[in-house]
């Protein structure tokens, strides 16, 4: 009973104590009513604290939008005479800011995305500017991404084109490898149009002379420009997903091709001609990609055979984890190593004669085997 009291003391609020009637400090009187500020210091170092925060907020807020409109407004005025139509800059929080366009032949549409430094919030700025000195491969810097999206469903064809293909910039590239699955597709090879800054990634060879030897389209002669190279992050192609399938193999409804290109925020004219330029060499891929017979036909089969590798293997993964779910995996497996202990402790109890001559029959029963399903076939 004590300890009930106790609490509900606790809860209840203390009697009102009356001021001094000596006070000399500062006071405010209406009426009845008195304000002495020397009573509230905590809370004026609270609401200072408070004011002092939302001013940065506020004002990093729209530093970062005014930034935005300034480095999107020439890249908004090239895709103007590209696209159709190309909607106004929208912001998805101070650091991220989103363009869309539309309407031009052999794409479907173009996500233009901007990410700037978190300036309005210093906690994530600190956060951020720790996260790049303590890790070397983290890369933070400011940056543009284009999305150009070629097809999707029926339009998102596998196999066909160049298949993944990229360039990447060694500073970005393990980042780049843990993020996307899809470059998982294709390995490293070495090319002399490629400088020594970035890594080339390619399903086959064939795939990036189609890409660097087809006229017009702008790679190796960007590459060769020390200013073009210093901007590029990645440009990447491909027809497969971004993470990898957790519920077997993509749903062909779901399928894209796409062009990515990442590009460092340009801070001078000759980097934002840079990017202007890589932006078009996206265009233009996308332009070559829509012609038939790029490669040769064998290669484009190869390609496709090991989509469908990939998809039979998603979907046996996902099949296999669902079963365990059920228990089903667990009573096949329990079967089959009971029928190995049984077959182990058997085999123990014969003598090497006996194990000689039993290794021959299984080998004849397997060449028996053999040679009826090539006779069948």
């Known amino acids: 009973m004590s300890g009930l009291l106790s609490i509900i003391n606790m809860i209840n609020p203390r009697p009102a104590v009356a001021p001094p009637a000596d006070y000399s400090g500062l006071e405010y009187k209406w009426k009845m009513f008195s304000f002495r500020p020397a009573y509230f210091k905590v809370e004026a170092l609270a609401f200072l604290a408070l004011g002092a925060f939302l001013l940065l907020y506020l004002g990093g807020q729209y530093l970062s939008n005014s930034r935005a409109q300034s480095t999107i407004k020439p890249i908004q005025k090239y895709l103007n005479t590209q696209f159709?139509?190309?909607?106004?800059?929208?912001?998805?929080?101070?650091?991220?800011?989103?363009?869309?366009?539309?309407?031009r032949r052999n794409a479907l549409c173009l996500h233009t995305t901007l990410f700037l430094y978190p300036i309005h919030?210093?906690?994530?700025?600190?956060?951020?500017?720790?996260?790049?000195?303590i890790e070397p491969t983290y890369d933070g810097s400011e940056s543009i991404l284009f999305n150009l999206t070629l097809g999707m469903g029926s339009e998102g064809k596998q196999g066909e084109g160049v298949g993944v293909w990229s360039v990447v910039d060694k500073g970005a590239m393990r980042q780049l490898k843990e993020k996307r699955w899809d470059l998982s597709f294709a390995r490293l090879q070495e090319n002399p149009a490629v400088p020594i800054t970035h890594a080339l990634f390619t399903e086959h060879s064939e795939a990036t002379d189609a890409v660097l030897k087809t006229p017009s389209i702008g790679v190796a002669e960007l590459l060769k420009d020390s200013t073009a190279a210093s901007v590029l992050k990645y440009l990447l192609i491909t027809d497969q997903a971004a993470n990898r399938p957790a519920r077997g193999a993509l749903?062909?409804?779901?399928?894209?091709?796409?062009?990515?290109?990442?590009?460092?925020?340009?801070?001078n004219k000759a980097q934002e001609d840079a990017v202007?330029?890589?932006?078009?060499?996206?265009?233009?891929?996308?332009?070559?990609?829509?012609?038939?017979?790029?490669?040769?036909?064998?290669?484009?089969?190869?390609?496709?055979?090991?989509?469908?590798?990939?998809?039979?293997?998603?979907?046996?993964?996902?099949?296999?984890?669902?079963r365990e779910e059920t228990g089903e995996l667990s009573k096949e497996e329990t079967a089959e190593e009971r029928r190995l202990a049984k077959k182990k402790a058997e085999r123990a109890g014969m003598s090497d004669k006996e194990l000689k001559k039993l290794a021959e029959l299984e080998k004849k029963r397997e060449l028996r085997k053999m040679q009826k399903k090539g006779a069948a076939k």
Request: hydrophobic content about 40%; overall charge positive; proline content about 5%.
């Open 276 to 322: 202007l330029a890589w932006l078009q060499v996206a265009l233009n891929i996308a332009d070559l990609l829509a012609k038939p017979n790029l490669i040769k036909p064998e290669i484009s089969r190869k390609l496709l055979r090991t989509r469908e590798q990939v998809d039979a293997e998603l979907d046996s993964e996902y099949a296999k984890d669902k």
């Open 84 to 103: 159709a139509r190309t909607r106004d800059l929208v912001s998805s929080g101070p650091a991220q800011h989103l363009l869309y366009s539309t309407g």
């Open 121 to 133: 919030d210093l906690v994530s700025l600190a956060l951020h500017i720790g996260k790049s000195i």
């Open 251 to 267: 749903n062909p409804k779901l399928r894209r091709r796409e062009v990515i290109l990442s590009v460092t925020k340009p801070s």
